[in-house]
């Protein structure tokens, strides 16, 4: 199975005055013919959150305008730039959210790896949270298929980006000890995808590799980087084997798109 994994896009309405806007627009349609143009093409496309900066309906339906260029199917979780209520009523036209739930939760059920997005979002500002009805959600849906690899997909990073000036993303630090304490309990959980910190991360989390994918938005990306790297949008690619897992391999696309 193949996920081509995008985040943090941050975009405005089309006509937005603000330059950064056409910039970011231009970068995410530039990972999407990068993406359209993979051979094998991937499986699906997971957006890890943020896909607007202010969540706005018009911002989304520019979102929407442009990432139905994908010839893979797309499937979201909310950032905390996008709430809860944004994504809902952006993406229910697809099916695989309910417009009337209380979190963006849900399983895709399709492929080699089940896909379970998991939601991160706190009322209490940008940084993230689970609470007790949430971890309860994720424990009964990853009960529900025992034998079947699975990918947690969620917006805040449940782990600390040291090399950020915020290593953190969430309120609490019990929160992420509650989520590891119900992955570790799952053990066909074989990896976690997040976003919001713009910039790449590795670590393990209730015995699972866990990861962060640099901003679609250059201009938003943090961090130290290659020169190649300059102004040029990135995502990544996640190949799973069932005998070795996940690997990964980030794009840099513009001036030729190049695997790393």
Known sequence: MIIAQIAD????????SDAVFPARAENLQACIADINSLDPLPDVVIHTGDLTQHGQAAEFAHARSLLSKLKAPLYVTAGNRDGREGIAQAFAVDGYLNPDGNFIHYAIEEYAVRLVAVD?????????????ARLTALDATLSEAPARPTALFMHHPPFDVTSAPDPFAYHRREAVSNLAAVISQHPQVVRLFAGHMHRPWTAVVGGVTASTVPSVAADLRYGS????????????????????????ETRLVGNGAEAQ
Not at 9 to 16: D, I, P, Q, R, S
Not at 225 to 248: K, N, Q, T, W
């Open 225 to 248: 980087y290659p020169p190649a790297m300059a102004g040029r949008p990135v995502y990544l690619v996640h190949r799973f084997e069932i005998d070795c897992g996940f690997f990964s």
């Open 120 to 132: 991160s979002l706190s009322e209490d500002g940008p940084k993230g949270d689970f609470c007790e």
């Open 9 to 16: 896009t941050h975009l405005g309405e089309v006509n937005a």
